[in-house]
């Protein structure tokens, strides 16, 4: 398999877990149960899973209230497009898409 497809396949599960993270903890949060830290909230979304992590935090309506989340999630999102597209665009890196 090429390694582009491992690659989707990696941020596709990595975004599964972030929407996840989100569901649970939110539900968690209504049940007065164990809650998910915001520092594991974040990680998902630093290791690839922002684009899970936004969608899970409009969908179940989960840290919209908090600047650190509203502000951070898109500006992650922000710097992994632009890391992906600098390594894409950078000839020196010799990276190539399949």
């Not at 049940?31 to 936004?54: C, T, V």
């Not at 650190?68 to 992906?84: D, E, R, W």
């Amino acid at each position: 398999m090429p390694t582009t497809i491992w690659i989707i396949i990696y941020f596709a599960a990595v975004s599964l877990f972030g929407f996840a993270s989100m569901g649970i903890d939110k539900y968690r949060a209504e049940n007065h149960k164990w809650r998910i830290s915001e520092a594991m909230l974040f990680f998902f979304a630093i290791i690839g899973g922002s684009i899970g992590s936004i969608i899970g935090m409009h969908f179940f309506r989960h840290k919209t209230k908090h600047k650190s989340f509203t502000i951070g999630m898109p500006l992650i999102l922000l710097i992994q497009i632009a890391i992906v597209i600098f390594l894409i665009m950078n000839p020196k890196l010799n990276i190539t898409i399949q």
